[in-house]
């Protein structure tokens, strides 16, 4: 399927030279595009992982993103993009909303798939080296950002050989997956009530004030995320990880932020799309859904078609 791209796609592609392999990572105001870092052939294949076994199954993929009516610009940023490394087919997915500005969601869009795949255990550890990846790129994050005051969540997909599939999230944007008419959630919302435990272990607290929502040291309305490094001692950036391999009955993978899911369920997301077969499609029709429910939040959404 021929994915369509933002309305302010540039015209920077006729100018880059054709030798020259690309990633291509968009937001709703920019189109980037960085080069591929060179990869050691030989260290990251995994020749006894039967999982990577390829699948006869194909996939596509459609994404679409709005600005909220939130009093503040632009935060969401997503990658939806292929990659061939190694003789394996890579589907990398990912969501990145960011709150208190875009500078550390913007981070995470240039930089957490690099840092996950040079992991040189991504084939045979890959729940291991997402976890490294994640320290590393919040590390980063906390040292190259001014005082890294904002932060974002991250929901990451990977699939490979379009069969095994990884996911990882920090924060409240999500990850589903539709099999057989049935939707599972593939992430964990990291809300403060849920891990007012491990806050309160850490030194922070939650607190609540009348129409709002539970906020770590009454700031943060999620436990875990990248960036924030003034509550960096009461919350965590390590990433909850789900892994599954997609079989027949598989539809749909659905990665959002909380834009779509604060007025959505799972369940009512799958019905919106269940009966097309165009994921670019699918995304819009899911993002016109939520804004005619009432969402103000800046939303980006993510449809994989397992056809």
């Not at 997503?78 to 990398?92: P, S």
Request: hydrophobic content about 35%; proline content about 3%; aromatic content about 6%.
């Amino acid at each position: 399927m021929k994915k369509r791209a933002p309305n302010l796609r540039s015209d920077m592609d006729s100018f880059v030279p054709k030798k020259k392999k690309l990633i291509r990572v968009y937001d709703v105001n920019d189109l980037f595009t960085t080069e591929e870092e060179p990869r050691d052939e030989h260290s990251t294949e995994d020749e006894n992982d039967e999982e990577a076994v390829a699948s006869s199954r194909n996939t596509s993929h459609g994404y679409h993103l709005v600005r909220g009516k939130m009093d503040h610009g632009m935060e969401d940023y997503l990658v939806a993009e292929n990659r061939k490394i190694n003789g394996h087919h890579l589907g990398l997915y990912a969501i990145f909303d960011g709150h208190s500005g875009r500078d550390v969601a913007k981070y995470l869009q240039s930089h957490l798939f690099d840092n996950i795949l040079s992991q040189s255990e991504f084939w045979k550890n890959p729940k291991r080296a997402l976890k490294k990846a994640y320290k590393i790129t919040d590390d980063e994050i906390l040292d190259n950002i001014d005082g890294s005051r904002g932060g974002s969540t991250a929901v990451t997909a990977i699939l490979i050989d379009h069969k095994r599939l990884i996911v990882a999230n920090v924060g409240d944007s999500r990850a589903v997956l539709c099999r057989n008419g049935v939707v599972r959630a593939l992430s964990v919302d990291h809300e403060p009530e849920k891990e007012k435990e491990m806050v309160e272990r850490k030194g922070g607290y939650v607190s609540q004030m009348p129409g709002n929502v539970p906020r770590v040291d009454g700031q943060l309305a999620m436990t875990r995320a990248f960036g924030d490094g003034r509550l960096k001692e009461h919350i965590t950036c390590e990433p909850d990880l789900t892994s599954e391999i997609i079989d027949d009955d598989d539809e749909f993978l659905i990665l959002a932020s909380d834009g779509l899911w604060k007025v959505m369920s799972n369940q009512e997301v799958y019905h919106c799309i269940e009966c097309l077969q165009d994921a670019q499609e699918a995304s819009e029709k899911l993002i016109s859904a939520a804004l005619e429910l009432g969402s103000k939040d800046d939303i980006s959404c993510i449809v994989v078609i397992f056809h």
